[in-house]
Every structure is written in structure tokens, then in C-alpha cells.
């Protein structure tokens, strides 16, 4: 190997102290490398080389990347294969070369710094050894299950080998990535080291060549016939719990997979790339490869941005206040928190604590977080911040007094910025000297679990603030939507004419068990009935109330405004709509007295004729993005791939008809029925 062959995508280098070949990966012309055919085929040609070297004792795989390892692969393509054979033909292919992979002589090292996930693990599986970096931004895991596939390139075999099958299985059948520490502990990473350690950790296991990882006794055992017939049908009906076999099918192909050929000798293999193959033509492929891509959208917006903010000011220190104070102190910014005394500003900072508990793991790093957040009555903290971010009640006069004196505090560089859910910002920005100042950043809850954020413009907010304010939500690691000022902006405006069918539903006799259950079948992560209860009533009818000011035509439930009079507010205070015991639903059964598809098409044709007036009223500026904030924002069946999509794979035409039907069966007049437009394809 004395004269190396150059690659476009890798690099070949000779190690200046040992006997080592690294072999670095370097996607041209991408930022982060992921594998697609041109790739493989060049790794093909290097495993080769490998095959046959005689000068070096070890070989390390790394990226040369400035983040990241390998990003699985490359999405783009998959809507290239020109039929299944074809897919099926790529996954042998990448398969028989991660094969010879693992059947090198010469050891072979996964040095992994960051993200390694999809087929950039299964590359690491097949090689004898991982290193892995153990800070909080390594993340190991096998994710194509959330593409509406599963692995392809051996992953569902090797792991299981590695660490037995009911581990492998957890993790392949929900997607989750761990720590790097994680998968050192669970066995499929050799080592977590800290960063300045990880190459030297990576030669010693090159130059020395330790016993490989083997899996314990009970591990193997696991992935015994006898085993797998007795387990596989318990993890099944787990997995039922969480995912409807026809809206997502992966999962499932993996399990049965596993059950019935088990992971020793080719058919595991061949199993595993013909049913994936198969899944890529499927309907909740194409739909989940388009969310991926509309999630690379919205976390693509505001790139070029430089704005760096350090210090975050959050007035109102509520539960969504405090919570997104505590968000931003955990993703590395100073935040001062105000509130008119400290005792309610003290459940913020216990619930703080509880999240860093939960997502830092290690004392130092959460005792570094807590210190970042602090308490602030005086408002000391208004001064120096580059953002700050009203949470305050739905009150217009008093968010305009506010806004007033924070604009006389407040450096004139900073941001300042409104999480309302439903008040205009052209109705709170009347009284600055510069309304051009207010931007609206809002939160949904909770915070640390909800993806997305609206980013509002008014009609007088300056675009640069704008930029700056999705720029900000970009550093929190939240996907931003840009939203039009107008009433209940997007999500709630959307939302609202859901949640309110449902209780007519159950004005109309209707049990709440059967409601959700229809929206659930349709694939809702959870009912309408169960998510006001969740939201809290008292939520539900303040911003009902608020939208009835432009919305005339809505009716708000006199259930609903009997059950907030009575404090009867959801889940928060033990009975709404639901009663709870222990904070646990208790369930009235689903009746037969009401079609669940005659339901689901009710509930869904609101949130579609909604959806559609929001087009129309450019609240977002297309049908990709109105589909991204209900995916992101209500958890809007994914597989489904968005409202707006839904309704053109539907027929727009057709629903609308449908939807124009059922209004003026209920005395809706003809006026008030406009027709549904899109400029979507």
C-alpha cells in the first residue's frame, strides 16, 4: 500500500507514530457524510485494498468531517430505485460489502465522534471495534423505522448478535438513539472515552487487539428458536400499544423477521433487504421521507444568520415560562428569570432541576446548567439580554404596558418578543415608539418535548428580526415555523375548530372514548377529548374565546364553559372532560353507536377547511409549510405526510364536496362556505 489510490469521498493516511491506516470519510460536497451508491462502491474498492495489506497492524475509520460521524444514508435516493428488485439489488450489494468488511484479517476501528446512526451504524457494526466520544453530543441508534423502513445494511442481524435480541429489538423497533456512554454499557460500543482520549483509545485497540465484544450467555440465548417464540409475541403486543401495524409497517417486518429466521446465516440477511426493499414503495415511506425532508426545511431557515445571542430574559415565570427559561439554560445560554416574587418563581427552578435531572444525567453538568438559570424579581437581567421573551397571561393591556417600558430598559439591539397563542402582534405593538422591534416566538407545551416554534411577523416586524428570532429557535434546537400575525397565528388557528367539533360530538351523545379512538385510528398520537383535557379547559376556552372576536361564525360548547365555571379543567385538577384517578384516565368505553370513519372524516374536514382558509390568508407561505407545523406542532399523522397533502392524495375536490355536505346538513349558510384552493401539485 505504498502508493495509495486516491477516492472522491474517503482519504487514505498513513499514521506518523504506529503502523495504522486511517481511513477517513469525507463526503464531497456535503456538510455531513452520508452513504449512497458512489460511496459504497469506492468503500467496496478500499475494503479490497484492505484485503491484501501487509504494512499496517490496524485500520481506523473516522470521519473528517467538522461534526458527526455518518448520517445513515443518503435519503435523497430513495425515491430513485426504479422498482423493488432494484432496492433489494442495493441493499445485497451494500450488505455483501459490510460482509467482507467483518471478515478483514486486519482489525478494523469505528473511531466515532458525534451522530452515527442508520447505515453509518451498521458500518460500525461490521467493523471489530467501536470508540466512541462520550460527551452529550454522540448519538448511536438505528432511526429508519421513522422513515417508514428498517435497516437494511445487517442492522437488524448484528445487533441483535451483539447485545441479544430483546435490547437490539428496543431500540430498532422505536428508532431512539443513545448516548455514547449508553451504548458502551449496553454492549455494542467497545468504549466511551472522553473526547481528548478518543484517538488514543482508538490505536490501542488497533495496535493491541483485544478480545472482541461477545454477547453474555443469556444474551445468545434470547436469539435461541425457543427463545424468540415465546418473546417475540410479547414484544409485539407492546408494540401494537404504540404503532398500528397498517400506518406503519416496518416495525412489525423487523419482528417478524427476527421470530421466524432468527439471526444466524444468510437468509437473515436476505430477509431483511427484500422486506425493506419492499417498504420503500409503500405510502408511509414516501410520507415520512417527505416530513424528514420538511423537518431539513425549517431547520435550514435562517442559516446564513450571525446572530449570537448569550443572555436570554423570560418574564412570567407560569409553566410556560419557566419551562422555556429552563429550555434555554439547558441548551448553554445565561438566563435570567423575573417574576413579581420569588415564590413563584421557585416552582420553575424545581422543575428546571427535574429536566436537567433527566437530560444531563451527570451532577457537574446539571449543577452547570442551574447555574446558568437565575431567579430575577428586579428585572436586573432586562439590561444585558440579547432576547427577551414575554410569557405573561393572555391580557392585551398588559403585555402593551410591558412591552412599553421593556422598550425604554432594553438594549436596542435586543430582541423583543411575545409568546401569545392567539393576541395579533398588531394589536401589541400600537403602543412602541419601534413596533418594529416585536417578533412573537411561540412555544407549545411542554416545551422540552414540543419540536416546534411560531415564529411570528407583524405587519410592521422588521424581516432582520425576524432572521434573528429563527435563528435564535434554530440555537434551542427547535424547528421554526414563520407565521403571519393573525388570529391564533397557525396551530391554534387550526386547532381550535377540531377540539371544538369534538365537544359538539359529545354534546350530540357521542362517548369521549369513541371520539378519540376515531382520531386515534386515524393515526392522531391521541383524540381531540384527550387533548383539550391535556391542554387544560381554561386554555381551550380563553383562546376559543379570543378567535370567536374574528371568527364570529365559531360556536364555543356551553359544556366547555360549564366545566371551566365549575373548575372541572382537564387533567391538571383531576376531572374535565375525562375523570382521573392518580393521574390516570379513566376510560368510558367506545360505543357503536357512530361510525369511527364517519367521526375521523367530521373531525378531520374542520381541520382541513381551517387549513386551507390559512392558505388562502397566507398565514404560512405554502402547503409544505402548513404541513410541517401541524406535523411538528399536533403531532398530525406523519405517515399521512400533513394535512394539505392528505387532502390532495384524497382528492381536494372531493373532500370539499363532502365537507360542504355535512355544513349545510347542520344550517350552515352557503356564504359562509368558500371554496378550498391550493397551489400544490
Known amino acids: 500500500m505504498s502508493t495509495m489510490q486516491t477516492y472522491k469521498h474517503w482519504r487514505l493516511e498513513e499514521d506518523a507514530q504506529d503502523p495504522i491506516l486511517w481511513v477517513y470519510f469525507d463526503k464531497q460536497g456535503a456538510s455531513v457524510?452520508?452513504?449512497?451508491?458512489?460511496?459504497?462502491?469506492?468503500?467496496?474498492?478500499?475494503?479490497?485494498?484492505?484485503?491484501?495489506?501487509?504494512?499496517?497492524?490496524?485500520?481506523?475509520?473516522?470521519?473528517?468531517?467538522?461534526?458527526?460521524?455518518?448520517?445513515?444514508?443518503?435519503?435523497?435516493?430513495?425515491?430513485?430505485?426504479?422498482?423493488?428488485d432494484d432496492a433489494v439489488g442495493l441493499l445485497r450489494r451494500g450488505q455483501k460489502v459490510l460482509d467482507?468488511?467483518?471478515?478483514?484479517?486486519?482489525?478494523?476501528?469505528?473511531?466515532?465522534?458525534?451522530?452515527?446512526?442508520?447505515?453509518?451504524?451498521?458500518?460500525?457494526?461490521?467493523?471489530?471495534?467501536?470508540v466512541v466520544e462520550a460527551g452529550t453530543k454522540t448519538r448511536l441508534g438505528l432511526p429508519e423505522v421513522k422513515l417508514g423502513i428498517h435497516p437494511g445494511w445487517g442492522g437488524t442481524v448484528r445487533l441483535p448478535r451483539l447485545i441479544g435480541g430483546p435490547q437490539a429489538l428496543n431500540l430498532i423497533l422505536s428508532g431512539h438513539t443513545v448516548s455514547g456512554k449508553a451504548a458502551a454499557k449496553i454492549g455494542f460500543a467497545d468504549v466511551a472515552v472522553p473526547k481528548r482520549h478518543l484517538i488514543r483509545a482508538a490505536k490501542?485497540?488497533?495496535?493491541?487487539?483485544?478480545?472482541?465484544?461477545?454477547?453474555?450467555?443469556?444474551?445468545?440465548?434470547?436469539?435461541?428458536?425457543?427463545?424468540?417464540?415465546?418473546?417475540?409475541?410479547?414484544?409485539?403486543?407492546?408494540?401494537?400499544?404504540?404503532?398500528n401495524p397498517l400506518f406503519y409497517p416496518g416495525p412489525y417486518h423487523v419482528l417478524d423477521n427476527w421470530e421466524e429466521v432468527g439471526v444466524s446465516g444468510e437468509d437473515a440477511f436476505k430477509r431483511e433487504a427484500r422486506d425493506c426493499g419492499k417498504l420503500f414503495f409503500s405510502d408511509t415511506s414516501h410520507n415520512l421521507v417527505r416530513v424528514f425532508f420538511l423537518q431539513?426545511?425549517?431547520?435550514?431557515?435562517?442559516?446564513?444568520?450571525?446572530?449570537?445571542?448569550?443572555?436570554?430574559?423570560?418574564?412570567?415565570?407560569?409553566?410556560?415560562?419557566?419551562?422555556?427559561?429552563?429550555?434555554?439554560?439547558?441548551?448553554?445560554?445565561?438566563?435570567?428569570?423575573?417574576?413579581?416574587?420569588?415564590?413563584?418563581?421557585?416552582?420553575?427552578?424545581?422543575?428546571?432541576?427535574?429536566?436537567?435531572?433527566?437530560?444531563?444525567?451527570?451532577?457537574?453538568?446539571?449543577?452547570?446548567a442551574m447555574d446558568r438559570l437565575q431567579p430575577d424579581t428586579e428585572?436586573?437581567?432586562?439590561?444585558?439580554?440579547?432576547?427577551?421573551?414575554?410569557?405573561?397571561?393572555?391580557?392585551?393591556?398588559?403585555?402593551?404596558?410591558?412591552?412599553?417600558?421593556?422598550?425604554?430598559?432594553?438594549?436596542?439591539?435586543?430582541?423583543?418578543?411575545t409568546n401569545t397563542s392567539s393576541i395579533p402582534l398588531d394589536e401589541i405593538n400600537t403602543v412602541l415608539q419601534t413596533p418594529e422591534r416585536l417578533v412573537g416566538i411561540h412555544?407549545?407545551?411542554?416545551?422540552?418535548?414540543?419540536?416546534?416554534?411560531?415564529?411570528?411577523?407583524?405587519?410592521?416586524?422588521?424581516?432582520?428580526?425576524?432572521?434573528?428570532?429563527?435563528?435564535?429557535?434554530?440555537?434551542?434546537?427547535?424547528?421554526?415555523?414563520?407565521?403571519?400575525?393573525?388570529?391564533?397565528?397557525?396551530?391554534?388557528?387550526?386547532?381550535?375548530?377540531?377540539?371544538?367539533?369534538?365537544?359538539?360530538?359529545?354534546?350530540?351523545?357521542?362517548?369521549?372514548?369513541?371520539?378519540?379512538?376515531?382520531?386515534?385510528?386515524?393515526?392522531?398520537?391521541?383524540?381531540?377529548?384527550?387533548?383539550?383535557?391535556?391542554?387544560?379547559?381554561?386554555?381551550?376556552?380563553?383562546?376559543?374565546?379570543h378567535l370567536q372576536q374574528y371568527f364570529p361564525d365559531s360556536v364555543i360548547p356551553?359544556?366547555?364553559?360549564?366545566?371551566?365555571?365549575?373548575?372541572?379543567?382537564?387533567?391538571?385538577?383531576?376531572?374535565?372532560?375525562?375523570?382521573?384517578?392518580?393521574?390516570k384516565k379513566v376510560s368510558n368505553n367506545v360505543d357503536d353507536t357512530k361510525s369511527l370513519q364517519e367521526i375521523s372524516d367530521r373531525l378531520v374536514l374542520c381541520m382541513l377547511n381551517e387549513a386551507f382558509a390559512c392558505l388562502r390568508e397566507e398565514v404560512v407561505s405554502d402547503g409544505d409549510l402548513l404541513d410541517a407545523g401541524m406535523i411538528f406542532g399536533t403531532g398530525f399523522a406523519p405517515f399521512r405526510g400533513g394535512p394539505i397533502h392528505y387532502a390532495?392524495?384524497?382528492?381536494?375536490?372531493?373532500?370539499?364536496?363532502?365537507?360542504?355536505?355535512?355544513?349545510?346538513s347542520r344550517g350552515a349558510k352557503a356564504s359562509s362556505l368558500h371554496e378550498w384552493e391550493t397551489t400544490e401539485a
Open 296 to 368: 431539513e426545511r425549517l431547520k435550514g431557515l435562517a442559516k446564513e444568520s450571525h446572530f449570537k445571542p448569550k443572555h436570554i430574559h423570560v418574564i412570567g415565570a407560569g409553566t410556560m415560562g419557566g419551562d422555556i427559561a429552563a429550555w434555554c439554560a439547558a441548551q448553554g445560554f445565561n438566563v435570567t428569570l423575573q417574576d413579581r416574587e420569588p415564590k413563584f418563581i421557585a416552582p420553575a427552578i424545581k422543575r428546571a432541576y427535574v429536566l436537567f435531572k433527566d437530560k444531563f444525567k451527570e451532577d457537574y453538568l446539571v449543577q452547570k
Open 648 to 664: 390532495e392524495t384524497q382528492g381536494v375536490s372531493d373532500l370539499y364536496e363532502q365537507f360542504v355536505k355535512l355544513q349545510t
Open 33 to 84: 457524510n452520508t452513504i449512497d451508491r458512489e460511496v459504497m462502491e469506492e468503500f467496496a474498492g478500499i475494503i479490497e485494498t484492505l484485503a491484501t495489506d501487509k504494512e499496517h497492524k490496524g485500520v481506523i475509520i473516522a470521519s473528517a468531517k467538522k461534526s458527526g460521524f455518518i448520517a445513515g444514508a443518503d435519503i435523497s435516493q430513495f425515491n430513485q430505485f426504479s422498482d423493488i
Open 443 to 545: 412555544f407549545f407545551n411542554p416545551v422540552a418535548k414540543m419540536m416546534l416554534v411560531e415564529v411570528v411577523k407583524g405587519d410592521r416586524t422588521d424581516p432582520t428580526i425576524v432572521e434573528h428570532a429563527i435563528s435564535f429557535v434554530r440555537k434551542l434546537d427547535r424547528l421554526p415555523l414563520p407565521v403571519k400575525s393573525s388570529p391564533g397565528f397557525l396551530v391554534n388557528r387550526i386547532l381550535m375548530p377540531y377540539l371544538l367539533e369534538g365537544m359538539v360530538l359529545l354534546d350530540e351523545g357521542v362517548s369521549a372514548d369513541t371520539i378519540d379512538k376515531a382520531m386515534v385510528d386515524f393515526g392522531m398520537p391521541m383524540g381531540p377529548v384527550t387533548l383539550a383535557d391535556t391542554v387544560g379547559l381554561d386554555v381551550c376556552l380563553s383562546v376559543a374565546k
Open 204 to 243: 490501542f485497540y488497533a495496535m493491541t487487539k483485544p478480545k472482541r465484544h461477545e454477547p453474555t450467555f443469556l444474551q445468545s440465548l434470547t436469539n435461541t428458536k425457543p427463545a424468540r417464540m415465546l418473546i417475540a409475541p410479547f414484544i409485539r403486543k407492546q408494540l401494537r400499544a404504540k404503532a
Open 558 to 583: 356551553p359544556r366547555l364553559i360549564s366545566l371551566v365555571e365549575q373548575g372541572k379543567l382537564g387533567r391538571k385538577t383531576g376531572e374535565g372532560f375525562y375523570v382521573y384517578k392518580n393521574g
Open 379 to 417: 428585572g436586573y437581567g432586562i439590561a444585558k439580554a440579547d432576547v427577551i421573551i414575554e410569557a405573561i397571561f393572555e391580557d392585551l393591556a398588559t403585555k402593551q404596558a410591558l412591552f412599553k417600558k421593556l422598550e425604554e430598559e432594553a438594549k436596542p439591539t435586543a430582541i423583543l418578543a
Open 100 to 130: 467482507s468488511l467483518e471478515a478483514l484479517k486486519i482489525p478494523v476501528v469505528a473511531m466515532i465522534d458525534g451522530f452515527c446512526v442508520g447505515g453509518g451504524l451498521e458500518l460500525a457494526l461490521a467493523c471489530h471495534y467501536r
